[in-house]
């Protein structure tokens, strides 16, 4: 994971680079709440996503629970195609409420 800053004030950029599966998430789950008590609003790049199951998605929700707890504001700023499509699947966009770009599908 790399974290670099935001253009925002005070908002701390952090980029996932790998799978938020059950093997990365007890990892990860330390490193995204260590940043989320260092910056008022973080930003999570979910760009370079690959695979994301069950154990990612609690993550995920886990951080924005935090987050909204301690009045801070987590934002998911880059998703990749298989982050998109498990939080569309589960509909959880709305609970997020980060934009999603839908892309088009290609024609049969």
């Known amino acids: 994971m790399a974290t670099n800053s935001s253009p925002s004030a005070n908002a701390l950029r952090i980029t996932v680079a790998q799978d938020l599966t059950i093997y990365n998430a007890a990892a990860l789950k330390e490193q995204l709440l260590k940043a989320l008590g260092a910056a008022d609003v973080l930003e999570l790049d979910l760009s370079q ?14 951080a924005k629970r935090e987050a ?41």
Do not use: K
């Not at 934002?75 to 569309?88: G, K, N, Y």
């Not at 709305?94 to 934009?99: R, S, T």
């Open 68 to 108: 909204l707890r301690e009045g801070r504001t987590l934002s998911i700023v880059l998703h990749s195609p298989a982050v998109q499509e498990t939080i569309d699947f589960l509909n959880m966009a709305a609970y997020f409420g980060d934009p999603l770009v839908i892309q088009a599908q290609a024609a049969d």
């Open 49 to 62: 996503v690959a695979e994301i199951d069950t154990s990612g998605v609690q993550l995920l929700l886990l």
